[in-house]
T-cell receptor, first 114, second 116 residues
């Protein structure tokens, strides 16, 4: 099955700096890669996703890049703000018989220091 | 759009009792619902996948007789933790995916279960 690895597990940045979180996946059939933000005790919120037919996607301060050959994808947050502090999860999914199960990384706890 | 609710938000029960958790898609029809378990400071672990009107598919290591899943309609799935024990204490989160949302899953707010 799919194995998603995520690094780093914790990340602290100064407000205004950029943050980068990296994930790798094992199943070459994976074609959908969402990123979720989870604040303490709350539900994961989809912040951005990318499909395998594109290499990069941007939404304001958030961008995601995908390298299918190397099987890795990254989340980039620019001009970080204290409200960006949360746990971020990457995930990968492959359409197999309609299942489309998401396999999650282990999470990155991002702390933005004011 | 794509709102998923979950009830109750937290529950405390005695060991040996059963607890039912509801997951509802409020503004779309969820063809597939997923149940996850999350321990403190850990990732989401998929427990089972359910499609409306059919039996749930459980992940390896998840006891189907202990975690009963029913997906009776396109807007409601339930998870019943039977004969709960303290080790079942966890954060249970459902997610839902509609036919028009491709692979995107939208999560409920979660249910914190504490078994005494």
């Amino acid at each position: 099955g799919e194995n998603v690895e995520q690094h780093p597990s914790t990340l602290s940045v100064q407000e205004g700096d950029s943050a980068v979180i990296k994930c790798t996946y094992s199943d070459s059939a994976s074609n959908y890669f969402p990123w979720y933000k989870q604040e303490l005790g709350k539900r994961p919120q989809l912040i951005i996703d990318i499909r395998s037919n594109v290499g990069e996607k941007k939404d304001q301060r958030i961008a995601v890049t995908l390298n299918k050959t190397a099987k890795h994808f990254s989340l980039h947050i620019t001009e970080t703000q204290p409200e960006d502090s949360a746990v971020y999860f990457c995930a990968a999914s492959a359409a197999k018989g309609g299942a489309n199960n998401l396999f999650f990384g282990t999470g990155t706890r991002l702390t933005v220091i004011p | 759009g794509a709102v998923v609710s979950q009830h109750p938000s937290r529950v405390i029960c005695k060991s040996g009792t059963s607890v039912k958790i509801e997951c509802r898609s409020l503004d779309f029809q969820a063809t597939t619902m997923f149940w996850y378990r999350q321990f403190p400071k850990q990732s989401l672990m998929l427990m089972a996948t359910s499609n409306e009107g059919s039996k749930a598919t459980y992940e390896q290591g998840v006891e189907k007789d202990k975690f009963l899943i029913n997906h009776a309609s396109l807007t409601l799935s339930t998870l019943t933790v039977t004969s709960a024990h303290p080790e079942d204490s966890s954060f249970y989160i459902c997610s839902a995916r509609g036919a028009g949302y491709q692979e995107t899953q939208y999560f409920g707010p979660g249910t914190r279960l504490l078994v005494l």
